[in-house]
């Protein structure tokens, strides 16, 4: 090998690593990750993954795909199926989600929207593209103050997974959960202070899959709550 092939390849090798891989699924809590990517990283160092699960509102992914677009920064959607092959939840199968925030399955004492695995494996698919493209950081929008209960979306869960991820893949890369210990309304408050308020427009968070929001499963009661207790008005509420 000659002194510049030898050298190119060091380079390459090299490459700064500090650029950010953001979860995006189209809602208000990854929304407002991605702004908090670009604020930390800088547009040009931020990217999104969305997967599509075989989630039964597609509306999720068109948003993803909008926010994105909007946020400036560039969208992969990989699909993976089996989690509406093995079903069993409220947001792969045709089921009618909990009526109210807290409402819990008797047996398992969880919601029934919970996908078991998902956040697990959304990151672990996550970190596999990161590591394709040299991508140091992953930031997702989990938080164990969201009120549902899903175990996937603890602090201790994705600790846990970041440290086999990095002995798995031989990577130094790190999960980063901006929203991990905020209210919603603490939330609502970082969005508008990463400017990204107006984007919250094109988010889906329903989990009746209704634009404009139905406005009484679960999800659209806490999107409601942290934006009345924040005293801002959700741009969402605006669209026909």
Known sequence: MNVRSEKVRSEKAGEPRDRALVVLSGGQDSTTCL???IDRFGRDRVSSVTFDYGQRHRLE?????KVAAAAGVSNVRL????????????????????TGVG?????TRLPNTFVPGRNLVFLTFAAALAWQRNIGHLVTGVAQTDYSGYPDCRAETVAALQQAIR???????AIHTPLMHLSKKQTVELAVALGALDVMALTHSCYNGKRPPCGTCPACELRARGFAEAGVDDPLLAVT
Do not use: K
């Open 35 to 37: 702004y908090w990517a």
């Open 61 to 65: 992914l068109e948003c993803a795909t």
């Open 79 to 98: 699909p993976i199926d089996t989690f509406a092959t093995l079903g069993g939840n409220a947001l792969t199968d045709d089921t009618a989600t909990a």
């Open 103 to 107: 409402d819990v399955d008797a047996d």
């Open 167 to 173: 002995l798995g893949m031989e990577s130094d890369l």
